[in-house]
């Protein structure tokens, strides 16, 4: 039998060789990258708004070679658990995150990291949230309506955008995957069942304005020039 200590240390070679093999095989979306280079030349101002972290985020980003292209990052924290730390750490520049208390407890918090922009938020103010976003519009001293919110969740991420007015489209190809590989993913996650199993769940309740199944299409729905993009 296994100590407690044996078995987190298990645990989290496995979740560090998982992370390493993700990152190895990681690709943008067919389209991404050409249709993100447009939306730059046509002047938009893009942002990246996930659930995830701030640190897995920049590493997302980095890898999928889109940092570039993302002028601001809208995650929460920074924390990072049972990930190879050392590894993203000294190649981001972070350090000991633990040592340095890098958490977000009570307020939004945006600063600048190199190029990019960082705002970064309680772990509790997850999606689908309303009054983030809000705060981030009057922060950019933005108009709702001159926004575009694109995303694979109907209840996360259009519904929100919904309530406040902001343009919407639906990535549904982002919803296209195997019902095995799903609930492969649920059994061995860290996270909470509940919360994994209510991530794919849409509500039958939110009606895009647009739908799209590859990126790229995007350039038939936008306008060329607008100010800013979720």
């Not at 050409?34 to 920049?58: N, Q, V």
């Not at 639906?170 to 994994?196: C, H, I, M, Q």
Request: charged share 25%; net charge negative.
């Amino acid at each position: 039998t296994l100590s407690q200590h044996q078995r987190e240390k298990v645990v989290h070679n496995a979740i560090v060789a998982f992370s390493k093999s993700r990152n190895l095989r990681l690709q943008p979306y067919c389209g991404v990258t050409d249709t993100l280079e447009w939306l730059k030349k046509s002047g938009y101002y893009i942002i990246a708004y996930t659930d995830a972290p701030f640190r897995h985020s920049m590493n997302r980003l980095s890898k999928l070679k889109i940092r570039s292209m993302v002028d601001m990052l809208l995650a929460w924290g920074p924390t990072l658990d049972h990930e190879d730390e050392d590894e993203e750490d000294e190649a981001f520049g972070f350090g000991d995150a633990r040592e340095k208390k890098w958490f977000v407890e009570k307020s939004i918090r945006t600063y600048q990291f190199g190029d990019l922009i960082v705002s970064s938020h309680p772990a509790l103010e997850r999606k689908p949230n309303t009054k983030l976003l809000q705060r981030v519009i009057q922060e950019l001293g933005l108009e709702a309506r001159s926004c575009w919110a694109v995303g694979d969740s109907l209840e996360k991420d259009l519904w929100p955008a919904r309530v406040l007015g902001i343009n919407d489209v639906w990535a549904r190809y982002g919803r296209t995957f195997d019902p095995k590989n799903w609930e492969t993913l649920v059994s061995v996650t860290p996270w909470e069942k509940g919360t994994v199993r209510q991530e794919n769940q849409q509500s039958t309740n939110v009606e895009p304005s647009f739908t799209i199944d590859n990126f790229s299409e995007l350039e038939a729905i936008i306008p060329t020039i607008q100010q800013r993009l979720f």
